[in-house]
């Protein structure tokens, strides 16, 4: 097989030699690293701190929309409201943004403390607390 390999990344293969193309017996995939004549899959980079945010954000808002909000801050704009059901989801929901916050915040300390790895997103989302109401 020939590859392409671009800043000692595989780009492309195809079974026909073409300008640049260079033969491998290895069975290589696409975007492997090249060092030396050895493939390896790149590391995966870790989310950053906006990128937790966002998610802890879309998973609030989407249990908020899910009850009919359009967003978790409109559905706590509802908290005092005279209507009894719409108060009670909304004290629901900031009391569930202010759990999703306060385990962010533990998380990311114990990351930083060296006491566990950093998750992935997907971890990340899974650990997040439950909305109860």
């Known amino acids: 097989m020939f590859i392409l390999i671009v800043n000692n990344v595989v780009v492309q293969k195809q079974p026909n030699m073409a300008e640049g193309f260079v033969w491998t017996d290895e069975d290589v995939v696409c975007g492997q690293i090249e060092n030396n004549g050895v493939f390896t899959n790149p590391k995966l980079s870790l989310p950053t701190q906006d990128q937790y945010m966002q998610k802890a954000q879309s998973v609030m808002d989407a249990q908020a ?10 559905a706590i704009s509802y ?3 005279p209507f009894p059901r719409f108060n009670d989801e909304a004290v ?18 114990q990351v930083l403390a060296g006491k566990i790895a950093q998750p992935t997103l997907e971890e990340y989302e899974r650990g997040l607390p439950d909305f109860t109401l």
Do not use: P
């Not at 929309?65 to 409109?74: A, K, P, R, V």
């Not at 629901?92 to 300390?109: C, E, G, I, K, T």
């Open 65 to 74: 929309q899910s009850m009919g909000y359009d967003n978790i801050f409109t």
């Open 79 to 81: 908290i005092g409201d």
């Open 92 to 109: 629901a929901l900031r009391a569930y943004r202010s759990q999703v916050w306060q385990h962010s915040n533990d998380l990311m300390a």
